[in-house]
C-alpha cells in the first residue's frame, strides 16, 4: 500500500523540498500551507506531475482552536482521494524565525514562536494520533541552534528544544503502536527563513559556511532526501533520535 506523508507549512522552503523527495520515492502527499495557496497547488500540480497523489489544506499550526476542524478536513481528503480512514506519516515542519535578543524579545514575539515551534507541533500532534496508523513515523523539525548558540535565537532555539524532548515522550509514549519518533535538526540553509537572511545577504552566508566542515551552507536539497530517507522501511529501527543534518556545522 502506497504510504500517505503529512507534511506541514509545505508550500515552500524544506516542507517543499520534502514533498517532493517523498513523491520522487513513491510516497503520496498531503502538505499544509498558511496563506500561500497558490504556491501550495504549484506544489501540489509538480507532485502530480511525477504520477502521485497530493493534496492541498489551509492549516494555521499556531491556532490550537483550528486543529479540530483541519482534522475533519484532513479525513475528508483522506476518504475522497485515497479511500482511506489513516494516513502513514506526519512531519511537522511549519514554522517561522524571528530574532531579537533576549532583553528585547517581546511577549508577542515569545508567544508567537512558541505556538507555532512548539504548542502547535504538541497538540496538531495530539488531534491526529487517532487518523496516524500503527506502525507510522513522525518527524519532527528542529534546528541545529539547539546545539550551538548564536545571540539573536533564544526564544526560537528554546521553543526548538522543548520539541526534541517532545519527540524523545512521543516516541516512548507510542512505541506500543510501532510508532517511530525522530528529530531532525537542520543547521543554517538557503531558505525563506528570516526573510531568506542566509540565502541572500553574502556576509552572512560565508560566516556560516565558515562555520561548516563543508565549507558551505546547506541547500533544501540537503534536507528534504534525509527526511524522506528516514521515513522509509530501510529506517525502521531509528527511534527517539536528534539527527542533525548541518554539514557539520560549529565543530
Known amino acids: 500500500m502506497t504510504k500517505i506523508t503529512l507534511i506541514t507549512g509545505a508550500s515552500r522552503g524544506l516542507g517543499r523540498n520534502t514533498a517532493l523527495s517523498i513523491a520522487r520515492t513513491g510516497g503520496d502527499v498531503i ?12 506544489v501540489v500540480a509538480e507532485i502530480q506531475a511525477m504520477g502521485r497523489k497530493a493534496v492541498a ?7 490550537v482552536s483550528g486543529f479540530g476542524d483541519f482534522a475533519d478536513r484532513l479525513q475528508a481528503a483522506l476518504r475522497d482521494t485515497w479511500q482511506r480512514s489513516s494516513f502513514d506519516h506526519l512531519v511537522n515542519n511549519a514554522g517561522h524565525g524571528d530574532y531579537a535578543m533576549i532583553a528585547d524579545t517581546t511577549e508577542a514575539q515569545f508567544d508567537a514562536l512558541v505556538n507555532v515551534h512548539f504548542k502547535g507541533v504538541f497538540f496538531l500532534t495530539q488531534t491526529l494520533l487517532p487518523l496516524l496508523a500503527d506502525g507510522g513515523r513522525i518527524v519532527n523539525l528542529s534546528s541545529g541552534l539547539t546545539r550551538v548558540s548564536a545571540p539573536g535565537f533564544a526564544a526560537y532555539s528554546a521553543a ?5 524532548v517532545l519527540s524523545v515522550y512521543l516516541a516512548k509514549e507510542l ?5 517511530a ?4 535538526a537542520p543547521g543554517a540553509i538557503e531558505t525563506d527563513f528570516l526573510g531568506g537572511a542566509v ?21 533544501p536539497d540537503d534536507i528534504g532526501p534525509m527526511v524522506a530517507s528516514l521515513l522509509s522501511d530501510a529506517n525502521r529501527w531509528i527511534n527517539a533520535q536528534r539527527i542533525e543534518v548541518s554539514g557539520g556545522q560549529g565543530i
Not at 512505541?175 to 510508532?179: P, S, Y
Not at 553574502?202 to 566542515?213: G, I, K, S
Open 57 to 63: 489544506l489551509q492549516l494555521d499550526c499556531g491556532a
Open 160 to 164: 526548538k528544544g522543548a520539541v526534541e
Open 175 to 179: 512505541g506500543a503502536r510501532g510508532i
Open 199 to 219: 540565502r541572500d545577504t553574502p556576509d552572512l552566508n560565508a560566516q556560516f559556511a565558515d562555520m561548516t566542515a563543508l565549507g558551505r551552507v546547506g541547500m
Open 181 to 184: 519518533v525522530n528529530t531532525v
Open 31 to 42: 502538505i499544509t500551507y498558511h496563506s500561500r495557496s497558490s504556491d501550495a497547488d504549484a
